[in-house]
């Protein structure tokens, strides 16, 4: 039975729709990311300019980074086994985790991108039965 997956996602969440066979399941995750804030100063080391230092903007965009491959991490672990996958987003996540999934060497024979405002999991839902009906 071929495991097809519709994915909406942005930094935010991501609404996952599953199809095998006549079964259909809708998952849900939240990336609890919060709003990306920028910061003046910085933290220094011994020296001015040494090694170690790092701009507060650089850690913030470290934790950023590093709380987008968790997440991201999340959404493979449910996409896993996919033979066809449809990703849906309005901004660069969707890119983001294309990247993400090839980084990662996973092999799915179908990768379908589009660019779509947020849906709800219904629409989500319908459009991607309509893809793979095709």
């Known amino acids: 039975m071929e495991k097809q997956i519709g994915l909406w996602i942005d930094h935010k969440q991501a609404a996952i729709v599953i199809l095998e066979g006549e079964k259909e399941e809708i998952r849900k995750i939240e990336s ?57 987003g309005a901004g660069e996540a969707k890119h983001e985790f294309e990247k993400r999934l090839q980084h990662e060497g996973k092999r799915i024979r179908t990768i379908y991108m589009e660019t779509a405002d947020k849906m709800t999991e219904r629409q989500l839902a319908a459009k991607v039965r309509k893809y793979f009906e095709k």
Do not use: C, W
């Open 32 to 88: 609890n990311m919060e709003k990306y804030v920028r910061y003046k100063g910085g933290a220094h080391g011994k020296t001015a300019y040494s090694p170690q230092f790092l701009s507060t903007e650089t850690q913030e965009d470290r934790r950023f980074r590093e709380h987008l491959n968790k997440y991201y991490q999340q959404v493979i672990s449910i996409i896993d086994g996919a033979d066809s996958l449809m990703i849906i």
